[in-house]
């Protein structure tokens, strides 16, 4: 048994056999003709690249068709293989050196490739680098003939390619009813192959470093997604293990069993509610959060309202879209409003307020940013205010610090009721405020914080981020970023305590620690009474729920917070997992 | 006789990964429809707008300026044409 790690770029379990890809190029015979055939070779081109750009919108389609929404890729490759710049290069090469159309496309891709790699360091063109490989393979296989390899299922068995890397167009024609996963040598959690595999779901391990030449087609591989783990020739134990997790993680079954869960509340076997609500990033999912059966929205993301423009929202465009939510989740189901929780480097109205920044992380970004930008902050707590008026609204500040902070976000807002009371439109003065926890600082100052507000919401990403100094998508690091670390329990441990003594102040987890079903039991074991999560993570964790006690959950919890590694309490969980929720295995 | 019209703007590309194969495909795609002659220059390189190829051989990275130059006849709406392919470029994008 063999164990590699790489980058998890899209969750899920594949178990088969292994297909090793082919990552040889195409042998170009006939570099160049005489000069009588030019003009054919022309046309040979002209009728390859519309061909390939045929093909590349085709795929496109059936692509979007699979997966709901536009990918882009292909549709960038069609637009390349039609480009007037590119026929024109190409074409000249075909004229001035006699090359053959294959040549003439391939010479001339590689000279565009080589320009990419004789930039000064600083910037990562592996993607780009991908992509002009692609188009040069496709053309070729136009020009030559070539059929594209489909990957030849092994007599029906499900197949898990490996391979040094993917194109796009590649990574396009897999179909998620044969090939079941990949892991790649190389790419990245930002590559395009990673983006379609997340699209496609098909579980997919990449960045795995050199690893093919230990495997051969026909081994039997896991492809662990969400771990980033790939494993060769498993040992009978490992394998029986994954056999269990898979089906657990397998949507299809679960499907049914989701519907079922929809109308059954959120209660622990002894009968204590707990709260679940949706996280939404645009208005129209406030229907899937119900649709799951969620009591509520638990995170709402205003940053959709900032991007892909040239002008701050106004007003009116905030104050509409919290409407479209409140009207779909009607009057009495809370929405927690976060208000604005990116740096200035994404939103080109605030872009012009600082150069660039070395660290943006730990730079000017959300809470931050608005307190900088008073009008651009008043401006969406103010149509908070306003859409209140029409259903159970609260409002979150992001990325808070200090209680220095969270004191000037309250006294804004005071300002701002102030101000709508003498213009005298309609608005609700007091609305529940709360603050994330997603600093270290605020975690350990929580004591303080509570003070302040009327509930804490944990933002586990930023927080595992912040607390272990490691961004997940550096793989060189990323190894270390883990919700399960102790350090990480420690800190929600001080919240909830914190929040306890405070007259039982309400706190909810967002981020992706409480969609997982593992750690519900020790979130709930922590004390935590409310959860949110993407809806369609809810019916499992209402399921999850539904299999404990209080005292399981605090019996796991007291456990894991006295373990040391990151390892020990994830294999714990994992175990507790197994004990509570066999139903979710079978 | 129509008088041509020419209009000059400059663009912060704000896509974190720079002027890259998507930003690039949506920039060409728009201008092609255009009547206008659309130019780019990064610096002293300049660009055929209508090329996503040689947009991306601008090698314009997250931050850079941009000029972008549309030319047309009078009766077009050049201010508009420029204003749609500036908003794609200041775009943040959909896969940073």
Known sequence: ?586 | MSAKSSLRQSVVVANPNGLHMRPATRFAQHARVLPHRVTVCHGDKCADGKSSLDLLMLIAMPGAELWIEIEGDDSSDTAAAIRALCDILAAPGDDA
């Open chain 1, 1 to 586: 048994m063999d164990i590699r790690r790489g980058i998890a770029v899209s969750p899920g379990i594949a178990i088969g056999s292994a297909l090793v890809l082919d990552t040889e190029g195409v042998v170009i015979s006939r570099r160049t003709v005489p000069v009588e055939q030019l003009p054919t070779e022309k046309v040979r081109l002209s009728g390859a690249l519309a061909r390939a750009a045929t093909e590349a919108r085709s795929r496109e389609r059936i692509l979007t068709e699979q997966i709901g929404r536009d990918v882009g890729i292909l549709t960038g490759h069609a637009v390349m293989y039609e480009d007037a710049t590119l026929r024109r290069d190409v074409e000249k090469l075909i004229d001035d050196q006699h090359y053959s159309a294959e040549f003439a496309f391939s010479r001339h891709i590689r000279a565009i490739i080589r320009r990419f790699d004789d930039l000064p360091p600083g910037h990562d063109f592996t993607r780009l680098r991908a992509d002009f490989f692609d188009l040069e393979r496709q053309v070729l296989n136009q020009l030559l003939g070539i059929t594209p390899s489909e990957p030849a299922p092994l007599a029906g068995e499900p197949v898990i390619i490996l391979a040094a890397d993917l194109t796009p167009s590649e990574t396009a024609q897999l179909d998620p009813r044969t090939v079941h996963g990949f892991a790649t040598e190389s790419g990245g959690p930002t590559s395009h192959t990673a983006i379609m595999a997340g699209a496609l779901e098909i579980p997919a391990v990449v960045g795995i470093g050199r690893f093919l030449h230990d495997v051969s087609s026909g081994d039997t591989v896991i492809v662990d997604g969400g771990s980033g783990l790939l494993i060769v020739d498993p040992d009978e134990a490992t394998l029986e293990r994954y056999r269990r997790l898979r089906l657990t993680a397998s949507s299809h079954s679960v499907a049914h069993a989701d519907d079922a869960m929809r109308d059954v509340p959120p209660v622990t076997r002894d009968g204590v509610r707990i709260s679940l609500l949706g996280n939404i990033e645009f208005p129209s999912e406030a229907v899937n959060c119900l649709e799951r059966g969620a009591d509520g929205v638990g995170l709402y993301r205003t940053e959709f309202l900032y991007v892909n423009r040239t002008t701050d929202p106004t007003e009116q465009e905030h104050y509409e879209a919290y409407r479209a939510v409140l009207n779909a989740l009607g009057p009495t189901r809370p929405v927690v409003i976060r208000t604005l929780d990116i740096g200035a480097d994404k939103f080109s109205s605030a872009s012009a307020m600082l150069s660039a920044e070395k660290n943006p992380f730990l730079g000017l970004r959300s809470v931050r940013l608005c307190l900088k930008n008073l009008k651009l902050f008043k401006t969406q707590i103010r149509a908070v205010l306003r859409a209140a008026v029409h259903g159970e609204v609260r409002i979150m500040f992001p990325m808070v610090t200090t209680v220095m902070e969270l004191r000037q976000c309250k006294s804004l807002m005071a300002e701002v009721v102030e101000d709508l009371e003498e213009a005298g439109i309609p608005f609700k003065p007091r609305i529940p405020v709360g603050t994330m926890i997603e600093v270290p600082a605020a975690a350990l100052m929580a004591d303080v914080l509570a003070k302040e507000v009327d509930f804490f919401s944990i933002g586990t990403n930023d927080l595992v981020q912040y607390t272990l100094a490691a961004d997940r998508n550096n793989e060189n690091v990323a190894g270390l970023y883990n919700p399960a670390d102790p350090a990480v329990l420690k800190l929600i441990k001080m919240v909830c305590d914190a929040a306890k003594a405070r007259d039982n102040l309400t706190v909810n987890v967002c981020g992706e620690m409480s969609g997982e079903a593992m750690f519900i039991p020790l979130l709930l074991g922590l004390g935590l009474r409310q959860m949110s999560a993407t809806p369609r993570k809810i019916p499992e964790i209402k399921r999850a729920v539904r299999n404990l006690t209080i005292a399981d959950a605090e019996r796991v919890a007291d456990t894991a917070l006295k373990m040391e590694t990151a390892r020990e309490v994830t294999t714990y969980l994992r175990e507790q997992q197994r004990r509570y929720s066999p139903d979710a295995a079978d």
